[in-house]
């Protein structure tokens, strides 16, 4: 393990066991200075601190690393103030992200991404931006459905350069942290700030760029930074649900710019992709189901890495508590009860559910107007009902106002069509979907 993910491993493990508020007031400001066989030197931003983490802290902090490095080690403090400063400041080794508006999870790296025919085109791009950044494939722009490991190979990137240039500033933040920022800055007077800080970074990760839709004021400050950052050679690792030029009110310029680099379409992992990522995370877990096991979850959900990923620590757990063995029948049966998925019984909960997602009146919905905003919902409403809760086509168009059958297996075919082209189409049934079961 490097200096900089023990850093940050360290943070991660200890942090449940002090508390978010001595966590924030300790540990949030202090350094990894230096390590050797036998000692660890942690810089902290003043003496008040190098005193309570010397005097309270101290032992978990030492059991720690030893839990970490496999051997006793001794930890000493110092404080920031008194050291002498490189003449370069970014050149001070391993100090955690601080130019950044937040820390990287260090659990995701490129290493432990699972590759696969879905994604293999992607991952090898990845690569290229590590070896060259700013100048391979920039913006990489990755897009793809919920929970296919976008994020996780963005921030894989960011992990990666972050060993080999541990001085880079590296910014992450999510379409909504830009947002957010942006409209902060506007309120108190410091645009100034928000730019100096957004457009000196060398890398810049942007997550869900496909919330800026919309956002006039934002796309335009945005727009800006691109060019700032481009002209600099900083590289954008950008990633969205959909690719530039579905994105709804997202201006021309941006969608130009964003496709002057590489995007990658991710899809969802196949079969044996998603055994392979089953494996992987049992590794990680310490622990390991038999192959038919593995093979057996991987059969129950075919798009969500997340999900699987939960699914699976979830069956672990309850084998574990249980004192059951990992053979398919005890894994078949906890799929078949603790996973089951929530069951949708209501028809007019189903209807009232689509209303409240597009915004509509029920009357509309079930009514004979046939303006063209109507006609998705209609047509989600019959798919669900007819899936779901396995109404007859007879039964639907009763609940949907006494439509003819036809009507609605022309509505419910035409779904199942598009659910597998539009990607759009795809995103608004799972939405729907899951304000259903929650």
């Known amino acids: 393990m490097d200096n900089l993910r023990l850093w940050h491993k360290f943070l991660e493990t200890i942090k449940p066991s002090i508390g978010p508020a001595n966590f924030k007031t300790f540990f949030s400001k202090t350094l990894l200075k230096s390590i050797n066989e036998d000692k660890i030197i942690i810089s902290t931003p003043h003496a008040f601190a190098k005193e309570t983490l010397n005097q309270k802290h101290l032992p978990l902090i030492e059991q720690t690393f030893a839990n970490?490095?496999?051997?006793?080690?001794?930890?000493?403090?110092?404080?920031?103030?008194?050291?002498?400063?490189?003449?370069?400041?970014?050149?001070?080794?391993?100090?955690?992200?601080?130019?950044?508006?937040?820390?990287?999870?260090?659990?995701?790296?490129?290493?432990?991404?699972?590759?696969?025919?879905?994604?293999?085109?992607?991952?090898?791009?990845?690569?290229?931006?590590?070896?060259?950044?700013?100048?391979?494939?920039?913006?990489?722009?990755?897009y793809g459905g919920t929970g296919v490991g976008k994020t996780h190979l963005m921030l894989g990137i960011g992990n990666a350069l972050l060993v080999k240039k541990p001085h880079l500033k590296i910014i992450y933040c999510s379409s909504e942290k830009f947002m957010n920022d942006y409209v902060t800055a506007i309120q108190e007077h410091k645009m100034g700030d928000l730019r100096r800080r957004?457009?000196?970074?060398?890398?810049?990760?942007?997550?869900?760029?496909?919330?800026?839709?919309?956002?006039?004021?934002?796309?335009?400050?945005?727009?800006?930074?691109?060019?700032?950052?481009?002209?600099?050679?900083?590289?954008?690792?950008?990633?969205?649900?959909?690719?530039?030029?579905?994105?709804?009110?997202?201006?021309?310029?941006?969608?130009?710019?964003?496709?002057?680099?590489?995007?990658?379409?991710?899809?969802?992992?196949?079969?044996?992709?998603?055994?392979?990522?089953?494996?992987?995370?049992?590794?990680?877990?310490?622990?390991?189901?038999?192959?038919?096991?593995?093979?057996?979850?991987?059969?129950?959900?075919?798009?969500?890495?997340?999900?699987?990923?939960?699914?699976?620590?979830?069956?672990?757990?309850?084998?574990?508590?249980?004192?059951?063995?990992?053979?398919?029948?005890?894994?078949?049966?906890?799929?078949?009860?603790?996973?089951?998925?929530?069951?949708?019984?209501?028809?007019?909960?189903?209807?009232?559910?689509?209303?409240?997602?597009?915004?509509?009146?029920?009357?509309?919905?079930?009514?004979?107007?046939?303006?063209?905003?109507?006609?998705?919902?209609?047509?989600i409403a019959m798919y669900i009902l007819s899936e779901e809760l396995k109404l007859t086509v007879e039964k639907i168009g009763q609940a949907l106002g006494g439509r003819d059958h036809t009507t609605v297996m022309h509505g419910r075919d035409k779904m199942k069509k598009l659910i597998t082209t539009d990607r759009e189409v795809q995103r608004i049934l799972i939405e729907v979907k899951q304000k259903l079961i929650s």
């Open 68 to 142: 970490l490095l496999g051997r006793d080690i001794q930890v000493e403090f110092v404080v920031k103030e008194m050291e002498i400063q490189p003449e370069n400041e970014e050149e001070e080794f391993f100090q955690p992200i601080q130019t950044t508006t937040a820390v990287i999870n260090p659990k995701y790296t490129l290493e432990n991404f699972v590759v696969g025919p879905s994604n293999n085109v992607a991952f090898a791009a990845a690569q290229a931006v590590v070896q060259n950044p700013g100048t391979s494939y920039n913006p990489l722009f990755l």
């Open 198 to 379: 957004y457009r000196s970074c060398d890398i810049l990760l942007i997550d869900d760029i496909q919330f800026f839709s919309g956002r006039e004021g934002t796309q335009e400050e945005f727009f800006h930074t691109f060019n700032e950052l481009q002209t600099k050679s900083s590289q954008m690792i950008l990633t969205s649900d959909r690719p530039p030029q579905e994105i709804a009110k997202l201006e021309d310029r941006l969608k130009s710019r964003f496709a002057g680099g590489l995007m990658i379409d991710i899809q969802p992992p196949d079969f044996d992709t998603r055994v392979a990522i089953l494996r992987a995370k049992c590794i990680e877990q310490g622990s390991m189901l038999p192959e038919d096991s593995l093979k057996l979850i991987a059969s129950s959900l075919d798009s969500n890495i997340r999900e699987l990923e939960g699914k699976l620590i979830q069956i672990l757990q309850a084998l574990k508590a249980q004192g059951l063995s990992a053979d398919p029948g005890n894994v078949g049966r906890f799929l078949g009860q603790s996973f089951r998925k929530p069951v949708i019984t209501d028809s007019k909960q189903v209807l009232s559910t689509v209303c409240s997602f597009f915004n509509i009146a029920l009357k509309d919905l079930t009514g004979p107007r046939r303006q063209k905003e109507l006609v998705l919902p209609r047509h």
